[in-house]
């Protein structure tokens, strides 16, 4: 089983930066793809990033040119690095696991709070 454990959150003033880390226990992290999603009040649970186990990267139009997602598989860590934050990025973020077949899953952290403030 994964278990993801999320941490980098905080209250930061828009135009500044966060690094939210997710590490993932057990041994099967670098067989996963690793998104990041986050969830605003009253809202939908959204992509924001996600990166393969290949390291392909796709983000939401509203976060390019702004994140970087990036994975470190010795460490069996992704982390989500996000500058000139804005108040609408403020959300909970969730980090995501998961893997497609036989051996399939899809696991989520408890999520991180990131408040950005104008």
């Known amino acids: 089983q994964v278990q993801l454990v999320e941490s980098g959150g905080g209250l930061v003033q828009a135009g500044g930066s966060l690094r939210l880390s997710c590490a993932a226990s057990?041994?099967?992290?670098?067989?996963?793809?690793m998104g990041w999603y986050r969830q605003a009040p009253g809202k939908q649970r959204e992509l924001v990033a996600e990166?393969?186990?290949?390291?392909?990267?796709n983000y939401a139009d509203s976060v390019k040119g702004r994140f970087a997602i990036s994975r470190d598989n010795a460490k069996s860590t992704v982390y989500l690095q996000m500058n000139s934050l804005k108040p609408e990025d403020t959300a909970v973020y969730y980090c995501?696991?998961?893997?497609?077949?036989?051996?399939?899953?899809?696991?989520w952290g408890q999520g991180t709070q990131v408040t950005v403030s104008s």
């Open positions: 057990g041994s099967v992290f670098r067989f996963s793809d």
């Open positions: 995501n696991a998961r893997r497609t077949g036989p051996l399939s899953y899809n696991r």
């Open positions: 990166i393969s186990t290949g390291d392909r990267t």
